[in-house]
């Protein structure tokens, strides 16, 4: 039997992935987890094999929950089901030692078939995914660069930023300037557009 921990944050979503694998003779969901932050807790407690888990979720992003997996749980595999497709988020998926990388509007005996090649070692990655992933590359941008240009994102002006991050306002320029010229943008706005296409923040 194969035991599995769901994280999504969605409630419909994560009862049909529930009532879904329910129905597979050789599987059992033994947690349902919303928030990325409660992923490790749970896993610790109830030792699945095969961790599904969403990218975008409140607390912590599902590659940064993979990753505390991976760290303190190296036993439980993780296969990511996601409708962030962005290339980046497949290079840092692997990164973290992710084994699975589905996109949510695959059929569903594509994410039985993953759980199931996962849990027998193997490594389920989308080849279209792949491929797009080579052509875009990693991301270009300095750990303080996307954190800069992540918060400017939110919203924030420089100002903010600058508080946020215990950083000068000159700092702060520089590292957005450096991010808009790395990744071929023609502004701010416009640079955050393509960080964002290529899952580089």
Not at 34 to 58: Q, S
Not at 121 to 150: C, H, K, Y
Request: charged share 25%; glycine share 6%.
């Amino acid at each position: 039997m194969i035991r599995v921990l769901i994280a999504e944050d969605m409630h419909m979503i994560r009862s049909a992935l529930v009532a879904l694998l329910s129905l597979e003779d050789d599987m059992e969901v033994v947690a349902e987890i919303e928030r990325g932050d409660e992923v490790l807790d749970a896993a610790l407690r109830v030792r699945p094999d095969v961790a599904v888990l969403d990218i975008d979720m409140p607390g912590l992003d599902g590659l940064s929950a993979a990753e505390q997996l991976s760290a303190r749980l190296p036993g439980c595999r993780t296969l990511v089901l996601t409708g962030l497709s962005q290339p980046g988020n497949l290079l840092r998926a692997l990164k973290v030692h992710v084994k699975g990388f589905i996109v949510k509007d695959a059929p569903a005996q594509t994410l039985t078939d993953g759980i199931r090649r996962i849990a027998a070692g193997e490594r389920v990655i989308d080849p279209e995914l792949v491929a797009a992933a080579l052509e875009t590359g990693s991301s270009p941008l300095t750990a303080r660069e996307t954190e800069v240009l992540r918060a400017a994102a939110s919203g924030n002006r420089v100002a903010q930023i600058a508080t946020q991050l215990s950083l000068s306002q000159a700092t702060v320029r520089n590292y957005l300037s450096n991010a808009i010229s790395k990744v071929g943008g023609r502004n701010r706005i416009d640079a955050i557009r393509i960080s964002r296409d290529a899952g580089w923040l």
